[in-house]
Protein backbone atom coordinates (compact mmCIF):
# COMPACT_ATOMS: atom_id res chain seq x y z
CA UNK A 1 0.00 0.00 0.00
CA UNK A 2 1.27 3.39 -0.82
CA UNK A 3 2.74 5.36 2.02
CA UNK A 4 -0.18 7.98 3.31
CA UNK A 5 0.37 11.65 3.82
CA UNK A 6 2.27 12.67 7.03
CA UNK A 7 0.23 15.80 8.34
CA UNK A 8 2.69 15.91 11.30
CA UNK A 9 5.13 17.09 8.84
CA UNK A 10 5.45 20.71 8.68
CA UNK A 11 6.85 20.91 4.95
CA UNK A 12 3.98 18.89 3.64
CA UNK A 13 1.50 21.20 5.44
CA UNK A 14 3.35 24.41 3.75
CA UNK A 15 2.67 22.66 0.74
CA UNK A 16 -0.85 21.10 0.55
CA UNK A 17 -1.54 23.11 -2.87
CA UNK A 18 1.46 21.92 -4.36
CA UNK A 19 0.01 20.23 -7.63
CA UNK A 20 2.91 17.08 -7.53
CA UNK A 21 1.22 16.92 -3.97
CA UNK A 22 -2.69 16.94 -4.18
CA UNK A 23 -2.02 14.34 -7.33
CA UNK A 24 -0.30 11.90 -5.14
CA UNK A 25 -3.23 12.12 -2.60
CA UNK A 26 -5.82 11.77 -4.63
CA UNK A 27 -3.43 8.58 -6.94
CA UNK A 28 -3.93 7.03 -3.56
CA UNK A 29 -7.57 7.94 -2.45
CA UNK A 30 -8.63 6.94 -5.92
CA UNK A 31 -9.66 3.32 -5.33
CA UNK A 32 -12.41 4.82 -2.38
CA UNK A 33 -12.70 8.28 -3.19
CA UNK A 34 -16.50 7.74 -4.62
CA UNK A 35 -17.87 5.51 -1.76
CA UNK A 36 -16.18 8.47 0.53
CA UNK A 37 -17.76 11.07 -0.96
CA UNK A 38 -21.20 9.57 -0.38
CA UNK A 39 -20.11 8.07 3.52
CA UNK A 40 -18.93 11.84 3.83
CA UNK A 41 -21.80 13.76 3.14
CA UNK A 42 -24.69 11.19 4.15
CA UNK A 43 -25.15 10.43 0.70
CA UNK A 44 -25.84 14.45 -0.36
CA UNK A 45 -22.92 14.02 -3.05
CA UNK A 46 -25.22 13.21 -5.32
CA UNK A 47 -28.19 15.09 -4.68
CA UNK A 48 -25.45 17.85 -5.00
CA UNK A 49 -24.54 16.82 -7.96
CA UNK A 50 -27.62 16.68 -9.49
CA UNK A 51 -28.52 19.92 -8.45
CA UNK A 52 -25.69 21.81 -9.35
CA UNK A 53 -25.83 20.57 -13.04
CA UNK A 54 -29.30 21.83 -13.08
CA UNK A 55 -27.72 25.23 -13.46
CA UNK A 56 -26.65 24.07 -16.86
CA UNK A 57 -29.85 23.60 -18.30
CA UNK A 58 -30.63 20.85 -21.18
CA UNK A 59 -29.86 20.08 -24.78
CA UNK A 60 -29.99 18.22 -27.53
CA UNK A 61 -28.04 20.16 -29.75
CA UNK A 62 -24.01 18.81 -30.52
CA UNK A 63 -22.41 20.76 -27.77
CA UNK A 64 -19.07 20.03 -26.41
CA UNK A 65 -19.26 19.50 -22.61
CA UNK A 66 -15.83 19.49 -20.77
CA UNK A 67 -15.93 18.37 -17.49
CA UNK A 68 -12.63 19.19 -15.41
CA UNK A 69 -11.44 17.34 -12.21
CA UNK A 70 -13.01 14.78 -13.52
CA UNK A 71 -11.74 12.08 -11.13
CA UNK A 72 -14.15 9.08 -11.40
CA UNK A 73 -16.58 10.21 -13.50
CA UNK A 74 -19.17 10.90 -10.66
CA UNK A 75 -20.81 13.45 -13.40
CA UNK A 76 -21.18 11.78 -16.06
CA UNK A 77 -24.34 9.92 -15.74
CA UNK A 78 -26.46 13.16 -15.48
CA UNK A 79 -24.13 15.18 -17.76
CA UNK A 80 -25.39 12.59 -20.48
CA UNK A 81 -28.76 12.97 -19.70
CA UNK A 82 -28.99 16.70 -19.86
CA UNK A 83 -26.66 16.63 -22.78
CA UNK A 84 -27.71 13.24 -24.86
CA UNK A 85 -26.05 14.33 -28.43
CA UNK A 86 -22.73 16.19 -26.95
CA UNK A 87 -19.39 15.69 -27.68
CA UNK A 88 -17.74 14.99 -24.10
CA UNK A 89 -14.24 15.67 -22.69
CA UNK A 90 -12.74 15.50 -18.97
CA UNK A 91 -10.10 16.44 -17.78
CA UNK A 92 -7.87 14.83 -14.53
CA UNK A 93 -4.00 14.87 -13.81
CA UNK A 94 -4.52 11.83 -11.59
CA UNK A 95 -3.89 8.61 -13.24
CA UNK A 96 -5.08 6.74 -10.69
CA UNK A 97 -8.48 8.58 -10.95
CA UNK A 98 -8.63 8.54 -15.03
CA UNK A 99 -7.64 4.83 -15.08
CA UNK A 100 -10.23 3.86 -12.57
CA UNK A 101 -13.04 6.02 -14.24
CA UNK A 102 -12.64 4.07 -17.90
CA UNK A 103 -15.00 1.51 -17.06
CA UNK A 104 -17.39 3.98 -16.56
CA UNK A 105 -16.67 6.10 -19.74
CA UNK A 106 -17.23 3.04 -21.71
CA UNK A 107 -20.80 2.40 -19.87
CA UNK A 108 -21.73 5.82 -20.28
CA UNK A 109 -20.17 7.38 -23.36
CA UNK A 110 -19.58 3.71 -24.76
CA UNK A 111 -15.76 4.93 -25.67
CA UNK A 112 -16.58 8.25 -26.79
CA UNK A 113 -15.08 10.43 -24.59
CA UNK A 114 -11.69 12.47 -24.58
CA UNK A 115 -10.28 12.17 -21.59
CA UNK A 116 -7.00 14.33 -20.61
CA UNK A 117 -4.45 13.91 -18.34
CA UNK A 118 -3.46 17.57 -17.84
CA UNK A 119 -3.14 20.08 -14.85
CA UNK A 120 -6.20 22.14 -15.48
CA UNK A 121 -4.59 25.16 -14.39
CA UNK A 122 -1.86 24.81 -17.37
CA UNK A 123 -4.03 22.98 -19.90
CA UNK A 124 -3.40 22.76 -23.79
CA UNK A 125 -7.03 22.62 -24.66
CA UNK A 126 -8.15 24.74 -27.53
CA UNK A 127 -9.17 28.13 -27.12
CA UNK A 128 -13.02 29.66 -26.88
CA UNK A 129 -14.19 25.14 -28.01
CA UNK A 130 -16.55 24.27 -24.92
CA UNK A 131 -20.13 25.23 -24.49
CA UNK A 132 -20.23 23.72 -21.03
CA UNK A 133 -17.61 23.36 -18.30
CA UNK A 134 -18.51 21.07 -15.01
CA UNK A 135 -16.27 20.64 -12.07
CA UNK A 136 -17.54 18.95 -8.66
CA UNK A 137 -15.53 19.05 -5.50
CA UNK A 138 -12.19 20.38 -6.82
CA UNK A 139 -12.37 23.82 -5.86
CA UNK A 140 -10.76 23.46 -2.43
CA UNK A 141 -7.47 21.91 -3.75
CA UNK A 142 -6.60 25.71 -4.98
CA UNK A 143 -4.89 28.34 -2.92
CA UNK A 144 -6.17 31.76 -4.38
CA UNK A 145 -3.76 32.34 -6.28
CA UNK A 146 -4.15 29.30 -7.78
CA UNK A 147 -7.97 30.18 -8.27
CA UNK A 148 -7.17 33.23 -10.48
CA UNK A 149 -5.67 31.01 -12.50
CA UNK A 150 -8.74 28.58 -12.67
CA UNK A 151 -10.66 31.50 -13.38
CA UNK A 152 -8.71 32.95 -16.52
CA UNK A 153 -8.70 29.38 -17.95
CA UNK A 154 -12.09 28.91 -17.93
CA UNK A 155 -12.61 32.27 -19.82
CA UNK A 156 -9.95 31.04 -22.08
CA UNK A 157 -11.76 27.52 -22.77
CA UNK A 158 -15.43 28.65 -22.69
CA UNK A 159 -17.24 29.90 -26.15
CA UNK A 160 -18.93 33.13 -25.53
CA UNK A 161 -22.51 32.21 -24.55
CA UNK A 162 -21.01 29.66 -22.76
CA UNK A 163 -21.95 28.08 -19.13
CA UNK A 164 -20.09 26.46 -16.04
CA UNK A 165 -20.82 25.47 -13.01
CA UNK A 166 -19.11 24.00 -9.88
CA UNK A 167 -19.74 22.80 -6.39
CA UNK A 168 -17.67 22.37 -3.42
CA UNK A 169 -18.10 20.90 0.68
CA UNK A 170 -18.36 23.65 2.60
CA UNK A 171 -18.53 24.74 6.30
CA UNK A 172 -22.27 25.25 6.81
CA UNK A 173 -23.75 28.33 8.25
CA UNK A 174 -25.61 27.33 11.29
CA UNK A 175 -23.20 27.17 14.17
CA UNK A 176 -24.41 24.07 15.41
CA UNK A 177 -24.75 22.66 12.23
CA UNK A 178 -21.55 23.71 11.68
CA UNK A 179 -19.91 22.02 15.29
CA UNK A 180 -21.13 18.84 14.46
CA UNK A 181 -19.88 19.18 10.85
CA UNK A 182 -16.70 20.15 11.94
CA UNK A 183 -16.72 17.35 14.66
CA UNK A 184 -17.38 14.62 11.57
CA UNK A 185 -14.91 15.85 9.08
CA UNK A 186 -12.26 16.10 11.36
CA UNK A 187 -12.48 13.13 13.66
CA UNK A 188 -15.24 10.65 12.19
CA UNK A 189 -13.90 10.53 8.86
CA UNK A 190 -10.52 9.91 9.68
CA UNK A 191 -11.51 6.73 11.01
CA UNK A 192 -13.81 5.77 7.93
CA UNK A 193 -10.83 6.12 5.95
CA UNK A 194 -8.77 4.02 7.82
CA UNK A 195 -11.29 1.19 7.80
CA UNK A 196 -11.66 2.46 3.69
CA UNK A 197 -7.70 2.50 2.98
CA UNK A 198 -5.70 1.59 5.70
CA UNK A 199 -4.42 5.15 6.41
CA UNK A 200 -7.04 7.78 8.39
CA UNK A 201 -4.14 10.70 6.84
CA UNK A 202 -5.49 10.43 3.62
CA UNK A 203 -8.69 11.38 4.55
CA UNK A 204 -8.41 13.84 6.96
CA UNK A 205 -7.32 15.99 4.81
CA UNK A 206 -10.76 16.40 3.44
CA UNK A 207 -11.11 18.60 6.42
CA UNK A 208 -7.95 20.36 6.02
CA UNK A 209 -8.82 21.54 2.74
CA UNK A 210 -12.48 22.38 3.33
CA UNK A 211 -11.24 24.38 6.68
CA UNK A 212 -9.15 26.34 4.79
CA UNK A 213 -11.40 26.76 1.72
CA UNK A 214 -15.31 28.16 3.86
CA UNK A 215 -17.13 28.20 1.13
CA UNK A 216 -17.20 29.80 -2.79
CA UNK A 217 -18.04 33.14 -1.66
CA UNK A 218 -14.30 34.30 -2.68
CA UNK A 219 -14.14 31.98 -5.39
CA UNK A 220 -17.12 34.29 -7.01
CA UNK A 221 -15.43 37.41 -6.61
CA UNK A 222 -11.93 35.55 -8.74
CA UNK A 223 -14.38 34.41 -10.93
CA UNK A 224 -16.27 37.38 -11.63
CA UNK A 225 -13.03 39.96 -11.95
CA UNK A 226 -12.07 37.88 -15.28
CA UNK A 227 -15.72 39.34 -16.68
CA UNK A 228 -17.93 36.44 -16.17
CA UNK A 229 -21.39 36.36 -15.10
CA UNK A 230 -21.49 34.90 -12.13
CA UNK A 231 -24.18 33.57 -9.36
CA UNK A 232 -22.92 32.19 -5.66
CA UNK A 233 -24.80 28.99 -5.08
CA UNK A 234 -25.74 27.65 -1.54
CA UNK A 235 -26.72 24.15 -0.60
CA UNK A 236 -28.31 22.35 2.70
CA UNK A 237 -27.73 25.43 4.72
CA UNK A 238 -23.92 26.01 3.26
CA UNK A 239 -22.77 22.24 3.21
CA UNK A 240 -22.04 22.80 0.36
CA UNK A 241 -21.60 26.32 -2.03
CA UNK A 242 -20.69 26.32 -5.64
CA UNK A 243 -20.84 29.33 -8.39
CA UNK A 244 -22.68 28.72 -12.04
CA UNK A 245 -22.50 31.58 -14.41
CA UNK A 246 -21.95 31.99 -18.46
CA UNK A 247 -19.46 33.96 -20.44
CA UNK A 248 -21.05 36.92 -22.31
CA UNK A 249 -21.13 36.94 -25.94
CA UNK A 250 -19.61 40.30 -26.32
CA UNK A 251 -16.39 39.11 -23.46
CA UNK A 252 -13.15 39.29 -24.74
CA UNK A 253 -10.23 36.72 -23.47
CA UNK A 254 -8.54 38.85 -20.53
Known sequence: MTAGVNLLNPSIMNNIYEPDYVKKLF?????????MNYVTSFGYSIRWRKQMLQKLGQSD???????LLSGLGENWVYLKQHFPNAHFFALDFSEG???????KAQKVFKGNLNHYCEDVLYNELPDAHFDIISCAFGLKT???EQLHILAGQINRLLKPGGKFCFIEVSKPTPSLLQAGYRFYLGKMIPVIGKL?????????????YTRQFENSKQVKEIFTRQGLEVNYDQYLFGCATGISGVKTKGQVLL
Open 27 to 35: DQMSGSYER
Open 61 to 67: QPLKVLD
Open 97 to 103: MMARAQR
Open 142 to 144: FNP
Open 196 to 208: FLGNPDDYKMLWI
